[in-house]
């Protein structure tokens, strides 16, 4: 077994390389916009308490507001109603936090149709180049979306018909959820699943399913592209809010580059 101060000594000398796969947070992060008839998630507000000034002249700092599931963040298992009375996000072991990443990169897919949905033959198709998928690992779907994580509006691509994001389909979640021992699946859209997705069958079929196998979800990862297929370690660190369905995560990927 390794020294874990080995770890640090290599984030000093370059031989790891620590990628930053978080959205910034602020007023104009993108955020789920759900149909008129459902309740709605909170943007990211901050309000400020004081700055140096009478209202605390030694000290900076702020309140905020947010929904649980703005910008860059984790899925818990009672999120979904499928995975009601499975853990919520204090509840997660931290262990299981931390994991290999699989990294399967669908960007040309995704650059030539918007809704775009991993199916299981491209599952099968990484398998068959790099192995299995990684046991306790997070699967993660490179599409390029992020790039338009400062527009929402090109982040959300929505059109009369609703909004149109990559997802994986039906059969591509349920083999993820129920055929492997991964943590979970990570993605560059607002949630995990496609925008397409509440017509799917069954609806949301991510969230159905990988929720109802007790495993997470991240989303709005950045840098994707600097991952390699496989060999990096992603650590995805949601706040332990207690009874919460999820939470605005910070998620670093470790890489070797010596
Ligand atoms: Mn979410």
């Known amino acids: 077994m390794a020294d874990v101060l080995d770890l640090t000594q290599g984030i000093i000398d370059g031989s790891v390389e620590v990628i930053d796969m978080t959205a910034p947070l602020h007023a104009n992060t993108p955020i789920l916009q759900l149909p008129p008839e459902f309740g709605q998630t909170a943007a990211f507000e901050l309000e400020e308490i004081s700055a140096y000034d009478e209202r605390g002249p030694f000290w900076y700092w702020n309140n905020f507001r947010t929904g649980e599931h703005t910008g860059t963040h984790f899925d818990a298992p009672n999120h979904w109603v499928s995975g ?11 262990e299981r936090l931390i994991g290999p990443a699989a990294v399967i990169d669908c960007t040309a897919q995704v650059d030539a149709d918007s809704d775009y949905c991993l199916d299981v033959d491209d599952i099968k198709a990484w398998e ?7 046991d306790r690992g997070w699967f993660i779907f490179r599409t390029g979306w992020s790039s338009r994580g400062d527009d929402p509006d090109a982040f959300a691509n929505a059109d009369e018909n609703g909004p149109h994001t990559p997802g994986a389909t039906p059969a591509a979640a349920k083999y993820l959820a129920e055929e492997t021992n ?3 699946w990570g993605v560059e859209t607002v949630g995990t699943d496609a925008g397409g997705a509440m017509g799917f069958d069954p ?3 991510c969230h159905s399913m990988f929720m109802g196998a007790g495993k997470y979800g991240i989303t709005q990862l950045r840098n994707t592209h600097l991952l390699p297929a496989t060999g990096a370690v992603i650590i995805a660190a949601p706040l332990p809010i207690v009874t919460g369905s999820g939470s605005p995560c910070r998620v670093i990927a470790l890489v070797n580059r010596a």
Do not use: C, I, K, N
């Open 128 to 134: 068959e180049e790099h192995g299995p998928v990684p």
């Open 203 to 205: 609806p949301f079929p």
């Open 84 to 94: 009601q009375g499975l853990d919520d996000v204090s509840q997660v072991p931290v």
């Open 182 to 184: 991964l943590l979970g």
